[in-house]
């Protein structure tokens, strides 16, 4: 078995940046043809073109008719669909009771209901098999003090996950899900009272077992192991990249 990627077709949602960048990279330089989605058409450009990536898929992952089209039209350039990642997401750094009705609705449209729409088109597509990575959180099973909807949104992605792999095990469709830790990535940066300092990240990685933050790269190599076949005997399963927080 090998976690060698050629001939396969692999959709990264959220993908212009941050750690689903990171994973369309990887993907593509294992032999992945790469289709990657997101709203950043001028970052997803960049990226398609640095790395040799396919023409990127520029929409909102919360429309479901997009997350049908992508999926269609990687099927009719390709042939196939082999792999979806599931990376798109955005965070409320709010607690509940200063959370608005706009922001809860913008965070379950594109955290759960974004990934279900992939999952639907993906596994309506995959009839030969396939895999699917679901991004988590370490949020998602543990609670945290400031990103109330955040955490809703990460746990209803968890059990999700655990839903249609168990629905799509017979099917040869395997749905697992990564739960990263603190990363240094746009979204650690984004959405904060104030500007970000060394200072601030600092304080951040401290709160970490092993005392730094991942790299994107780090948790994209976990993403690669789960979608390749190394993980064949892996199914609804939410693995930890986290350097121990959820350990405690």
Known sequence: MTND??????????GASGMGAATAVLLASRGANVVIVDQNAAAAAELSMTHDLAVP??????????????????????GQLDVAINAAGV????????TSDEEWHRIMRV????TFFMCRAAVRSMAWGGTIVNFGSIWGDLGADGVAAYCASKGAVHNLTRALAIEHAKDGI?????????????????ARAEPVSSDMLENIAATVPMG???QPVEVAEVVAFLASNRSSYM???MVSVDAGYGAR
């Open 5 to 14: 990627f050629s001939a396969k077709v692999a959709v990264v949602t959220g």
């Open 111 to 114: 955290n759960v209901d974004g």
């Open 91 to 98: 965070i409320v750094r709010a607690t509940a009771a200063a």
């Open 212 to 214: 730094r933050l991942a």
């Open 235 to 237: 199914t609804g399963a």
């Open 57 to 78: 898929q520029i929409g909102d992952v919360s429309d479901s008719a997009f997350c049908d089209q992508v999926v269609a039209d990687t099927i009719d350039r390709y």
């Open 174 to 190: 395997r749905v697992n899900a990564v739960c990263p830790g603190e990363v240094d990535t746009p979204m650690l940066r984004s």
